[in-house]
Each structure stands twice: as structure tokens, then as C-alpha cells.
């Protein structure tokens, strides 16, 4: 009986702790399938170095002067001088998060794999799909 109620008790215990553990699911307005898109599509454009249309077309507007083509182009030489060509996505993860405000915007988490160099990007995007944040590691 000690030994049903101790693993009962263990099984309890990680239940609790997956279901805490579980990532929100999406605000209604925004769909996992297009913040996937957009954010492979993104990438694409980066690695083929068409920074101007990145920033014309998918930046907010309030973010255009800080986020330029010559800063994209900079992380780029900075982080991946070297990478190749770019050969194919191999993981992603959408997580949904809240700014300082309680806005809504969702980040997406992608891995892709260049010819010689692993990039994790992860973009931010606002409610009406534009880019909020840019970063590569």
C-alpha cells in the first residue's frame, strides 16, 4: 500500500509538473502556419542579403530606423561571416508572450542550417505580422 501511494504520489507530481510546463497556445489572432511562414521567409531574404526588402516590407514602422539594412547586413558579417548557402530549416517553436504593456506578440524560435554554420534566429512578431525583433546567435 506504501508503495501504490508513494508512486501514485511521484505520478501526481509529474503531471503537475508537465502541465505547468506547457507552452500557452496562441492568441487567437495570430496562426502558427503564417508566423512560420513569415519567419522562413524572413530568413530567406536575410541569407540571400535582400536586407532593403526585409525592412521595406516587414518591418513596424516605429522599428525602421533602429533595424536598417545596414544593421541586418552588419549581424550577418559579425555572427556569419562564413555560413554557405543556405540548405534547409530544421526545427522551429512559436511561443506566444506579452511586452511591458500586456500587448500580445508571439516569437518564433527557427533553426536553420547553412552549408557550414548552424544559425538559431529567433523573430518577434506584432499582432498585425510585422517584425518587432531580430536576433541570430
Given amino acids: 500500500?506504501?508503495?501504490?501511494?508513494?508512486?501514485?504520489?511521484?505520478?501526481?507530481?509529474?503531471?503537475?509538473i508537465l502541465t505547468a510546463c506547457?507552452?500557452?497556445?496562441?492568441?487567437?489572432?495570430?496562426d502558427e502556419g503564417k508566423v512560420k511562414s513569415s519567419a522562413e521567409n524572413i530568413?530567406?531574404?536575410?541569407?540571400?542579403?535582400?536586407?532593403?526588402?526585409?525592412?521595406?516590407?516587414?518591418?513596424?514602422?516605429?522599428l525602421k530606423a533602429a533595424l536598417t539594412a545596414d544593421v541586418l547586413s552588419g549581424a550577418k558579417s559579425k555572427i556569419m561571416?562564413?555560413?554557405?548557402?543556405?540548405?534547409?530549416f530544421s526545427n522551429s517553436s512559436i511561443v506566444a508572450q506579452k511586452d511591458k504593456a500586456g500587448n500580445d506578440f508571439v516569437a518564433a524560435v527557427v533553426v536553420a542550417k547553412y552549408k557550414d554554420q548552424t544559425v538559431t534566429?529567433?523573430?518577434?512578431?506584432?499582432?498585425?505580422?510585422?517584425?518587432?525583433?531580430?536576433?541570430?546567435?
Fill in 121 to 137: 534566429y529567433t523573430l518577434s512578431f506584432d499582432e498585425n505580422m510585422k517584425l518587432i525583433g531580430f536576433y541570430l546567435k
Fill in 43 to 62: 530568413i530567406t531574404l536575410f541569407s540571400n542579403e535582400e536586407y532593403e526588402k526585409i525592412t521595406n516590407d516587414f518591418i513596424r514602422e516605429d
Fill in 81 to 88: 561571416p562564413n555560413a554557405g548557402n543556405l540548405v534547409e
Fill in 1 to 16: 500500500m506504501k508503495k501504490l501511494l508513494s508512486t501514485l504520489s511521484l505520478l501526481l507530481l509529474i503531471l503537475i
Fill in 22 to 30: 506547457s507552452p500557452k497556445p496562441l492568441p487567437e489572432k495570430f
